[in-house]
């Protein structure tokens, strides 16, 4: 055994640590691989006290914010919260304004089935639609290869990257991921038909040429909606913001050309396309590009044009958030990417990976995903914390704001709809209350999931485990991420200290989930670390001497083509572990207090 830890001091001079305790970790004791520290947790409300007293918080915390006219105008603003995990409901808070009457609520009654339009979340609903019949397959094409407007401008488009997109270089990826470099808008932000030559001369404007002026879109409802052929001609004369993939700017233009190019990839409208793949799967009710024939299941902050719920955004709907939906509908669209149901496995582990960084540390950019990083405690009132990236997209339209948020980790997620009129004294109050809630729902409800999944993984993994020559024990502590493998054994050999070269008492290993579940085996990695005290977090300028880089030495060292980090449990149809296996000593230990507990129990 001691040639291994030679063989181990060989490796890690020439390539990465094998086992991360040469590196200091920035936030903790500990250094977690990126990703779930324990299982998600299952049969939540039945099961589980830590998401029962979340739930509780946070209904709690609710109450408070409404009743509290200083940070929410409880006059004007409505808002509707469903919490979901993959496969059950587990929040439906619904709030209505005091202001509402009749017309702004005809259905009387504010639930999970009222219609609000969701802004700009219509971006992710027009990814998912993407992914859901082409996968991940065009996402290097270029644009201009299924939007031929666009090939035609580039070949007759001068070498001017300062002046003239370089339609050729813009992909499907970087349309889906804010990184085409194009405008925010066409006509929506233009003050072109708003500004007089009194005005324009005092703000020391020039005048404009007729065919400067937008002729169609949005502004202010001022202008009909452009034709195919009137988008793109015009998309083409607005100068670049950027090259491509060089750094994120947020473009509503960007997806109206991927609901293009996807229907030249398909030869479907997108409208088709939307309906049968996503509202059809999904049985989305009331779900809908345009707006509905009816208001009677809606809610109208102010009036049908101010609020814009009666504005039909045409072909902006996939991009600029024409579309409508529920809290009920979203939620079925949250589980069905949770669990799988339109998108395989792999596609969706992909998408729910960031694309690109933002000069935020705690902010990257997916397709079309809005990724937050929390530094989240990893167990409550532990100062020692561990990133959790929440899969986020928000959307602001006329009187409505969404905000639709997901946590693969925990295997859970919520939407937010708010409605509150336009005015000018109301028309901070719905930001204001997408942050405090959507605030409030994360502050209670991760630390819940956290604490379930730390609480299931204890009763489910927890133990001795025990063959004729070997022993080892599992459990979990406080204050530490992952499933804690001490008194590991062999005889009077102590098998943790000879791998890691460093007393017992100093030697960490922990084991952590792979996302790799099978014939009711789930698959484990270990990480090797010298226990330790948290440093203090980052300096300026330090760079090398400090970071948390555990990926860098899984599976670093073999034994007869077997890692000295990879651990198979076995587990029962309930999900308790019965056996584990740590698959280099070709050997697989009971686990004894689930082997006592089945005796007990006969």
Same mark, same amino acid.
């Given at each position: 055994?001691?040639?291994?830890?030679?063989?181990?001091?060989?490796?890690?001079?020439?390539?990465?640590?094998?086992?991360?305790?040469?590196?200091?970790?920035?936030?903790?004791?500990?250094?977690?691989?990126?990703?779930?520290?324990?299982?998600?947790?299952?049969?939540?409300?039945?099961?589980?006290?830590?998401?029962?007293?979340?739930?509780?918080?946070?209904?709690?915390?609710?109450?408070?914010?409404?009743?509290?006219?200083?940070?929410?105008?409880?006059?004007?603003?409505?808002?509707?919260?469903?919490?979901?995990?993959?496969?059950?409901?587990?929040?439906?808070?619904?709030?209505?304004?005091?202001?509402?009457?009749?017309?702004?609520?005809?259905?009387?009654?504010?639930?999970?089935?009222?219609?609000?339009?969701?802004?700009? &979340?219509?971006?992710?609903?027009?990814?998912?639609?993407?992914?859901?019949?082409?996968?991940?397959?065009?996402?290097?094409?270029?644009?201009?290869?299924? &939007?031929?407007?666009?090939?035609?401008?580039?070949?007759?488009?001068?070498?001017?990257?300062?002046?003239?997109?370089?339609?050729?270089?813009?992909?499907?990826?970087?349309?889906?991921?804010?990184?085409?470099?194009?405008?925010?808008?066409?006509?929506?932000?233009?003050?072109?038909?708003?500004?007089?030559?009194?005005?324009?001369?005092?703000?020391?404007?020039?005048?404009?040429?007729?065919?400067?002026?937008?002729?169609?879109?949005?502004?202010?409802?001022?202008?009909?909606?452009?034709?195919?052929?009137?988008?793109?001609?015009?998309?083409?004369?607005?100068?670049?913001?950027?090259?491509?993939?060089?750094?994120?700017?947020?473009?509503? $233009?960007?997806?109206?050309?991927?609901?293009?190019?996807?229907?030249?990839?398909?030869?479907?409208?997108?409208?088709?396309?939307?309906?049968?793949?996503?509202?059809?799967?999904?049985?989305?009710?009331?779900?809908?590009?345009?707006?509905?024939?009816?208001?009677?299941?809606?809610?109208?902050?102010?009036? =049908?044009?101010?609020?814009?719920?009666?504005?039909?955004?045409?072909?902006?709907?996939?991009?600029?958030?024409?579309?409508?939906?529920?809290?009920?509908?979203?939620?079925?669209?949250?589980?069905?990417?949770?669990?799988?149901?339109?998108?395989?496995?792999?596609?969706?582990?992909?998408?729910?990976?960031?694309?690109?960084?933002?000069?935020?540390?705690?902010?990257?950019?997916?397709?079309?995903?809005?990724?937050?990083?929390?530094?989240?405690?990893?167990?409550?009132?532990?100062?020692?914390?561990?990133?959790?990236?929440?899969?986020?997209?928000?959307?602001?339209?006329?009187?409505?704001?969404?905000?639709?948020?997901?946590?693969?980790?925990?295997?859970?997620?919520?939407?937010?709809?708010?409605?509150?009129?336009?005015?000018?004294?109301?028309?901070?109050?719905?930001?204001?209350?997408?942050?405090?809630?959507?605030?409030?729902?994360?502050?209670?409800?991760?630390?819940?999931?956290?604490?379930?999944?730390?609480?299931?993984?204890?009763?489910?993994?927890?133990?001795?485990?025990?063959?004729?020559? $070997?022993?080892?024990?599992?459990?979990?502590?406080?204050?530490?991420?992952?499933? =804690?493998?001490?008194?590991?054994?062999?005889?009077?050999?102590?098998?943790?200290?000879?791998?890691?070269?460093?007393?017992?008492?100093?030697?960490?290993?922990?084991?952590?989930?792979?996302?790799?579940?099978?014939?009711?085996?789930?698959?484990?990695?270990?990480?090797?670390?010298?226990?330790?005290?948290?440093?203090?977090?980052?300096?300026?300028?330090?760079?090398?001497?400090?970071?948390?880089?555990?990926?860098?030495?899984?599976?670093?060292?073999?034994?007869?083509?077997?890692?000295?980090?990879?651990?198979?449990?076995?587990?029962?149809?309930?999900?308790?572990?019965?056996?584990?296996?740590?698959?280099?000593?070709?050997?697989?230990?009971?686990?004894?207090?689930?082997?006592?507990?089945?005796?007990?129990?006969?």
């Amino acid at each position: 055994m001691r040639l291994i830890h030679t063989l181990h001091t060989v490796f890690a001079a020439a390539t990465l640590p094998l086992f991360p305790y040469f590196a200091t970790a920035q936030y903790s004791p500990n250094c977690p691989l990126q990703g779930a520290v324990f299982p998600a947790p299952r049969n939540l409300i039945k099961e589980s006290g830590a998401i029962g007293t979340g739930l509780s918080i946070l209904q709690n915390e609710l109450q408070n914010i409404i009743n509290n006219p200083t940070v929410f105008d409880n006059g004007s603003t409505s808002f509707q919260l469903s919490l979901f995990s993959k496969d059950e409901q587990l929040l439906s808070f619904s709030y209505a304004a005091t202001s509402l009457n009749n017309s702004s609520l005809p259905s009387g009654c504010l639930n999970e089935n009222t219609i609000f339009r969701i802004g700009s &979340v219509s971006k992710l609903l027009t990814v998912y639609t993407l992914l859901a019949n082409v996968g991940m397959d065009h996402l290097k094409d270029p644009v201009t290869k299924w &939007v031929p407007e666009l090939a035609e401008f580039t070949n007759q488009g001068v070498n001017d990257a300062v002046s003239q997109v370089k339609w050729d270089e813009v992909t499907i990826e970087a349309l889906a991921s804010h990184g085409a470099g194009l405008d925010r808008d066409y006509s929506l932000s233009d003050y072109a038909n708003l500004i007089n030559g009194t005005i324009a001369k005092q703000a020391a404007l020039p005048p404009l040429a007729p065919e400067d002026i937008p002729t169609c879109g949005t502004t202010d409802f001022l202008l009909p909606p452009c034709s195919r052929a009137e988008f793109l001609q015009e998309a083409n004369a607005l100068h670049p913001v950027t090259s491509t993939f060089h750094t994120p700017v947020y473009s509503n $233009m960007a997806f109206q050309i991927l609901a293009y190019a996807l229907e030249g990839i398909t030869g479907k409208s997108f409208a088709d396309i939307f309906q049968s793949s996503i509202i059809n799967r999904l049985r989305l009710s009331r779900t809908s590009l345009q707006p509905p024939n009816s208001t009677e299941e809606g809610i109208i902050p102010g009036d =049908k044009i101010s609020s814009w719920w009666s504005v039909d955004l045409g072909d902006s709907s996939p991009s600029m958030g024409g579309m409508f939906s529920t809290g009920a509908d979203m939620m079925k669209l949250g589980q069905s990417i949770l669990s799988y149901s339109i998108l395989n496995p792999a596609i969706t582990r992909q998408w729910l990976r960031p694309i690109t960084h933002t000069a935020d540390l705690h902010v990257a950019v997916g397709m079309p995903w809005e990724i937050h990083r929390l530094l989240q405690p990893v167990s409550s009132g532990s100062n020692h914390t561990r990133v959790v990236d929440l899969y986020t997209k928000n959307g602001d339209l006329g009187g409505y704001s969404t905000l639709f948020v997901l946590s693969p980790e925990h295997d859970f997620g919520f939407t937010l709809l708010i409605a509150s009129p336009t005015t000018a004294t109301e028309s901070t109050a719905p930001a204001v209350a997408l942050s405090i809630i959507g605030d409030a729902v994360t502050s209670a409800m991760v630390s819940a999931f956290e604490q379930a999944a730390r609480d299931e993984a204890a009763y489910n993994f927890a133990g001795v485990y025990v063959s004729v020559n $070997m022993s080892l024990t599992i459990s979990v502590s406080d204050g530490h991420p992952g499933l =804690k493998l001490s008194n590991w054994t062999m005889g009077d050999k102590d098998v943790l200290e000879l791998y890691t070269g460093v007393p017992n008492a100093q030697a960490d290993a922990r084991l952590y989930p792979m996302d790799l579940e099978s014939n009711g085996k789930i698959s484990f990695r270990a990480v090797y670390e010298r226990a330790r005290e948290a440093s203090q977090t980052s300096q300026p300028g330090v760079v090398f001497a400090q970071g948390c880089l555990p990926w860098g030495g899984v599976a670093a060292l073999h034994y007869g083509k077997i890692a000295f980090d990879d651990f198979v449990f076995e587990v029962n149809d309930k999900g308790r572990a019965t056996a584990l296996a740590p698959r280099i000593t070709r050997q697989t230990l009971g686990n004894q207090v689930v082997t006592i507990t089945s005796l007990r129990r006969t």
